[in-house]
């Protein structure tokens, strides 16, 4: 067959094959594609190759399945990759049900986003992930997205919007220790660029306070 060039063409990367135009175009109107996205997805996050296993599952129809891929990709995707309108065009492809099981998904587009494009889009991202978060009564996922919200706000030279966003946490204290310490720090810059420097240090040294406990 593949000799002769029947049904199957070579495709990009050596030794890989895809069908004809007119063959896969038969096969996707006589057949569910999903089961066999569903397992090349499964075969290519077993490989550790979680971006061709989310191609996959979009391909195949199965926002779910690319919502949980997504969302096991390292925190630090973008930034080693460069490839944010990727991170992008995966979570604009999801459906809403997708979109509000994983919030922290949102918050990881804005947060690349905010670095590498359009802030007005973080925050419109940033706001959907929040109501989501609360929808579902997690404090930490929203506590995560605040902590994003105020950041790009700092980032942004808004020192003023970011300690309106930190206001929204009501009880910091209740917060795991690693989240207290990353509100801290993020409070303390606010107050840094602020120039309330004596507050900036004493909220800092509170956070380097529960680190030395965490620690022990």
Do not use: C, M
């Amino acid at each position: 067959v593949r000799r002769r060039n029947l049904f199957l063409e070579a495709a990009e990367t050596p030794g890989w094959f895809r069908y004809h135009d007119l063959i896969r175009q038969y096969l996707l109107r006589h057949f569910d594609p999903a089961p066999d996205y569903e397992r090349t997805a499964a075969w290519f996050e077993a490989a550790a190759d979680l971006p061709t296993a989310i191609e996959h599952a979009l391909l195949g129809g199965l926002p779910a399945r690319a919502a949980g891929l997504i969302a096991a990709l390292p925190p630090d995707y973008v930034q080693q990759t460069g490839k944010y309108r990727t991170l992008r065009r995966w979570v604009q492809a999801l459906d809403a049900p997708a979109r509000a099981a994983h919030p922290l998904i949102l918050r990881s587009l804005a947060v690349a986003l905010a670095e590498h494009s359009d802030r007005s889009e973080s925050f419109a991202l940033l706001q959907e992930a929040l109501g989501y978060a609360q929808a579902r009564g997690d404090a930490a996922v929203e506590a995560e997205i605040v902590l994003a919200t105020a950041s790009t706000h700092i980032a942004g030279g808004n020192a003023a919007g970011a300690l309106d966003a930190l206001r929204a946490i009501d009880h910091p204290a209740q917060l795991a220790p690693a989240l207290q310490r990353k509100y801290l720090k993020r409070l303390g810059a606010v107050y840094y660029f602020l120039s309330q420097f004596h507050r900036a240090r004493r909220v800092l040294d509170q956070a380097l306070a529960i680190s030395t406990e965490g620690d022990e």
